[in-house]
Structures are given as C-alpha cells and as structure tokens.
C-alpha cells in the first residue's frame, strides 16, 4: 500500500469513489456533503433522510480538482494498493477562527480495503501535513449515524465536541 498525493487526473476514479459510497452508505452525508450540494438532505418526522444530489458528482469533481490543484490551503493523498487507488484523504487549513486550523475533509476507504491501514495512513498523513504547517487545532465533521467512522476516528485521539442541526 503505497500512500500519494493525489494528480489531477485522479480526480475522476475519486468522484466514482466518494458517489459510489455514499449512494450505498448514506450515513456518510453530513451538513457539509448538504451545504456543498453534493448531498441532500430531507427532514421527515424528525429525522434526517439523506441521499446524493441528482448532479452531486459533478459539484463534488468541481470540489475535489480544486483541492488538488492548490496546495497552499489544501491537500488530498490517495492510497494506491497494486496500481489502484484504494481510498482517498482531503485536508485544508481554515483561516476563520482566531488561529488557523486544519480539516479533516474526507477519510474514505473502498469497503474491501478497510482494516489494512490504508484508513489510518492516510489520517495520519494528513495530520502530518497539518502539523508541518503550524497547524494545533485539527478537526473533522462526519454523518450523524456514520459510527463505523466515530469509533475509527476517537481510536486515533478525536473527541466528540458537537452536534450540527438543520432547521426543518
């Protein structure tokens, strides 16, 4: 398993990724999938119900080239396993608080791949590349009922600090 930053012309096997798992696993859609418009999300009795967006792929291959082509706020790694990309990190440095600090965008590992390290490499890559930048304060959001991920991500020191809401 090799771990790389990823080229431009990666960007189409990661949109196939990223859509193709969050049609199978919607837990994975949360307020930031929503506000990008590459999911959405209906309140139904109380309930978030979430889906990808009719045209998600598009707006999400927009996101995902423009991570990829400027490096100075951000940096997106894949994990290549025998010439296939296998799984994908995104990270950035937001300047809006009142000292930057790094996002965990995306941590996402094709199912089959999942419990080899490819997940926790390319965590660790991305909270490398925050920290080699000055970077103290690194965060990441996820799906309301994506516990899979909670429990990844407090095994590598995260702590659960809020709740995201949606006025209905």
């Known amino acids: 398993m090799e771990i790389r930053i990823a080229e431009l012309s990666d960007a189409p ?22 506000q990008m418009g590459v999911g959405e999300g209906v309140i139904a009795g109380g309930t978030l119900v979430a889906k990808p967006a009719a045209d ?14 400027d490096s100075s706020f951000a940096e997106v790694w894949t994990a ?19 000292a930057p600090f ?12 999942r419990g080899h390290g490819a997940g926790k490499a390319l965590l660790q890559t991305a909270i490398d590349w925050l920290r080699s930048r ?16 909670h ?6 020191g995260f702590v659960h600090i809020s709740e995201i809401y949606k006025l209905a």
């Open 134 to 149: 000055g970077i103290k304060d690194i965060y990441l959001e996820s799906g309301k009922n994506n516990h899979a991920a």
């Open 102 to 113: 790094g996002m965990v965008c995306d941590v996402l590992v094709k199912e089959d791949y």
């Open 80 to 98: 290549v396993d025998e010439g296939r990309i296998v799984g994908f990190c995104v990270a950035d440095i937001e300047e809006d608080g009142d």
């Open 13 to 34: 096997v990661l949109e196939e990724i990223f859509m193709s798992h969050i049609d199978a696993h919607r837990e994975y859609i949360s307020h930031g999938e929503m």
């Open 151 to 156: 429990a990844f991500f407090e095994r590598r």
């Open 56 to 69: 998600g792929g598009k707006k999400w291959r927009r996101y995902i080239e423009e991570h990829i082509q």
